[in-house]
């Protein structure tokens, strides 16, 4: 076998050189701290950590848009907390606004207060969320939701609720729309609410009314008419007549499933009915209440009228403040949801940020003992070379 010198120092040469683009690449990984500067350096690699790039730009999207909807369900827990305030004190006026005693100039103080209550709950229902856009007008943008027009708020929103995406799998509502919250309001005691005819002339008063037989109560109206000072008659829906008694003041009537306990002294003629619940807005229901104070008279029908209205708002302001609540514990869960959301993006940020650093992230310890071998490995080649150029035939002539 012949070896030519020419072939010897190619060999030498190429061995240098590979060691040389070995440490070249080494030395680029610890400058940069990554494996590869190009993707086909490591196709595989860099594949899936393309794919783990863009899940990573997803929680990040997430985190934005968890971000958007806490600020705004925040703002609507300020402002439910804040309207349910204004329930609550109006309440407490219309009890102490309910009192016999109670003078004409005191009356409409309370009434000025109420009609207070009621624009500061139009403000309220008008928040916007900081950033122009406002917070109870469902997905409408651009409009002021509630104006009072001419003593009758109308909502120009809608009833539409955004669903934003907080994390993989996971949907969240936006703040309820202004319809839902504050137009929509149950009254009574949020199944039936009873009240006394506007042409009663007697002295006769509604205390309470409620459903006592589900099976029997059809969901329609159900009339108490009297017939005599000390008779009456029951109504249905239809005007059909169902049942008759004796009267007796403080007496609790009860017929069609439903039951309603009067006091007083009812006139021939004079009526009191007990409905499903209607829903109301809180605005007309703090204007009605309003306007009962301001009401003159001062006869007894007068006065039972206005007992009448009053005890009516009352329990519509008691059934409002509970719907008030609900959406308050809906907020919560809301944001409570949020919050183990921003959880669970964090344990899978870190996952994915610990796999994408396998992937492409330089070891230094293991970069610099690797750097330091193929230093060695080149200088071996190096005294390879020049122990192989050394050799002559000359050497062995002596």
Do not use: C
């Amino acid at each position: 076998m012949r070896i030519s010198t020419a072939g010897m120092y190619a060999q030498g040469l190429q061995s240098m050189l590979q060691r040389q683009s070995e440490m070249v690449r080494t030395h680029e990984q610890m400058t940069t701290g990554r494996l590869y500067s190009h993707a086909g350096q490591d196709p595989a690699a860099a594949s899936t950590a393309q794919g783990l790039d863009h899940a990573l730009a997803a929680l990040d999207s997430y985190k934005t848009s968890a971000g958007h909807v806490d600020r705004r369900l925040n703002l609507q827990e300020h402002a439910l907390t804040s309207a349910n305030d204004r329930v609550g004190r109006a309440r407490d006026l219309i009890v102490q606004a309910n009192t016999p005693t109670l003078s004409a100039d005191d009356r409409k103080t309370i009434a000025t207060e109420l009609r207070h209550l009621r624009a500061e709950m139009i403000s309220i229902a008008n928040s916007n969320d900081g950033s122009g856009r406002a917070l109870f007008a469902g997905t409408r943008d651009g409009v002021v939701p509630f104006a009072d027009n001419g003593g009758t708020v109308v909502y120009s929103g809608n009833d539409g609720q955004n669903s934003v995406v907080v994390a993989p799998g996971l949907n969240l509502a936006d703040a309820d729309p202004g319809s839902a919250l504050f137009m929509r309001m149950p009254t009574g005691d949020g199944m039936v609410r009873g009240s006394a005819g506007t042409a009663n002339t007697g002295s006769g008063m509604l205390q309470s009314a409620s459903v006592t037989n589900h099976s029997a109560w059809n969901g329609a109206g159900v009339t108490v008419e009297f017939t005599a000072d000390d008779s009456y008659r029951v109504l249905d829906g239809s005007g059909a007549e169902v049942a008759t008694g004796s009267w007796e003041k403080g007496q609790t009537i009860s017929a069609g499933g439903v039951q309603m306990k009067l006091d007083g002294d009812p006139e021939i003629g004079d009526s009191f009915s007990v409905t499903g619940a209607p829903e109301a807005d809180i605005f007309s229901t703090l204007k009605s209440l309003a306007d009962a104070l301001d009401a003159p008279g001062t006869t007894p029908a007068d006065l039972t009228r206005r007992t009448n209205a009053l005890n009516a708002g009352l329990g519509d302001l008691t059934v409002a403040q509970e719907h008030l609540i609900a959406a308050r514990a809906s907020t919560g869960a809301r944001l409570s949801a949020l919050d183990a959301a921003a959880e669970s993006r964090l344990a899978t940020g870190l996952s994915l940020e610990t796999t994408l650093s396998g992937l492409r992230d330089v070891n230094y310890a293991e970069a610099a003992s690797k750097f330091t071998m193929q230093l060695t490995a080149l200088e071996a080649a190096q005294q390879v070379t020049l122990r192989i150029q050394g050799l002559s035939l000359f050497n062995k002539i002596g």
